[in-house]
């Protein structure tokens, strides 16, 4: 759990100004990387897709109440679902094709 730390205290040093894009990526990569662990040590991936789904459904809700404003966030969503729409089922489990 030392990355969710380490990524916190990253973004608060953006909140401060002082943006380091390096260090930052590293600190999401490494946090990416122990969600990953935790969903594949407990099963979860079905879920967490679910929930993505769930919560992208939400968002997308919410950008039809603020059309017309610059928002990257729609192409946000669509990158994520067509990450889900790449997921295959290998023994019950979903399994990016990035990972095979």
Known sequence: ????A????????????KLDREHLA?????VQLFLWE?????????FVDFQIQ???????QRLDTTKGKTDPT???????????????IVDNRYEDEIYR
């Open 26 to 30: 590293e600190e999401i990569a490494e």
């Open 38 to 46: 935790l969903t594949q040590i407990y099963d979860l991936q079905e």
């Open 6 to 17: 380490e990524l916190l205290h990253a973004l608060s040093k953006i909140i401060r100004g």
């Open 1 to 4: 759990m030392e990355e969710l």
């Open 54 to 60: 769930d919560n992208l459904i939400n968002l997308e």
């Open 74 to 88: 729609p192409t946000i969503t669509n990158y994520i679902r067509k990450k889900l729409d790449k997921s295959v």
